[in-house]
């Protein structure tokens, strides 16, 4: 599933940043000044400057082979093998469980950092302590450096080596909102504002379908054969073996989510309704079913965990229903803005906003959930910087890392992504992206697929994936 492209409006909590080419702000060193334009990467100087440049860099700005990320052969090839999202779901259809194997005892997890450690993990407040050669060069990521090898800037989208560019893969023209790998699949589906929907080997990495959809996508899904893809006014339905279609009709407005168990389907839509179909083996197809009425504002993420349906909304709400009775048994407030996306970790949900925040949620002894945890956390006594703002989070998605241990992984609205362990926070390594990263999906060996504004959908592999 994909959140959908909300205008914040005035009300836009973060926004881009105002990036500096300045990496280290003109501090003293050891009594002496560094040098301005070693800085940005660009003293001709070299070892004849009379101003300092660190050590641990070439004369120019430049690091020392060795002191950068290894240069690393990108590979075409996506293994679909196995899977990697451990405990996380979003949904019967996509979710995982990895059984016992790396499995942690959950139901004790301390949320946050130890007091006095920085809780923020680094995100939303600005990080003067970055040595320039750890900073991803803002002009390389625009594709116009005029300084190349000579920058002292990374021309890298991270300085993380347990995060590698896989491929990027080129053919939308506008934002892309949503990515699904069905399971056991070798094709990965995308779409979004160009209104098509393509199909991408994942062998090859070549674009091997241009479907025209005769609208924006925004939200696809899959199901055993089935590919769901949701429109304005409509969902399609795609059976990716006999190529069989169904249009179903009834949303008014943008379908901005979907979710599916057994014979289910849900959709939630722009005019705050979550519609719902139930497959009929009489007439092989999707009958309507029932309308969850209870948002006021569009329902842009959807999860289904046991016997629950969990939808947020523009409205700031997550609301919890009933799939037996079909009626809305809890409403969860405590965002401030839009609940962009929603995960499951075991028993613990999840929620990211535009506010800025995610929020842990957990059911007590009687079944009703209750917030447990806030990232960023703010600890009492903490004094918060003046005019910092935190940058909306606009999706997310769960993943295993080599010893099986949970990591989050979250896109922000300013060009962002951050993996985080759970359930510390802790920051694993940041991504930087020229354009939002509007979707995400996780894949099998460590596999992460992002979707850009700008249209680009790129493949990444986080280290080593845990075995399953």
Known sequence: MAGMEVDDGPTKVGGKRNFSRSGMGGGRWVGQQVCRFWQEGRCAKGDDCQWLHPDGAGPTGRPHAGNGIASKRPSNVIDVRSDNRGNFTDGPSVGFSSGSGGRRNIQAAKWGRPRGSNTRGGRGVADTGRRPRDKVCRYWLEGNCSRGENCNFLHSHTANPEITLIKQLDGHGKTVRAIELPAASSHLYSGGGDETLRV????????????????DVGALLSAATWLFVGLPNEVKIWDMQTHAQQSLTGPQGMVHSLAVITDMLFAGIQDGKVLAWKFSTVTNSFEPAASLVGHTGAVVSLMIHGNMLFSGS?????????????????????????????????????????????????????GF???????????????????????????????????????????????????????????????????EVRAMQVGPGGLVFSGEGNGGVKVWRFAEAAVS
Not at 206 to 214: L, W
Not at 319 to 339: F, N, R, Y
Request: net charge negative; hydrophobic share 30%; proline share 5%.
């Open 314 to 366: 523009v409205d700031t709400n997550i609301k919890i229903w009933d799939l037996g009775t079909g009626q809305c048994v809890q409403t969860l407030q405590g965002h401030t803005h839009v609940v962009m996306r929603l995960l499951m970790w075991d028993k613990f949900l999840l929620s990211c906003s535009l506010d800025g925040t995610v929020r842990v949620w957990a059911p007590n002894p009687e």
């Open 369 to 435: 959930f209750e917030h447990r945890f806030t990232h960023p956390e703010e600890n009492e006594g903490e004094v918060k910087p003046r005019n910092v703002e935190l940058a909306g989070a606009l999706t997310m998605c769960g993943t295993m890392d080599s010893s099986g241990k949970p990591v989050l992984i979250c896109s922000y609205n300013d060009n962002t992504v951050h993996f985080y362990d759970l359930p510390t926070f802790s920051d694993r390594g940041t991504v930087e992206t020229r354009d």
């Open 200 to 215: 991408w080997d994942c062998n090859t990495g070549e674009c091997t379908n241009v479907i025209p959809m005769g609208g």
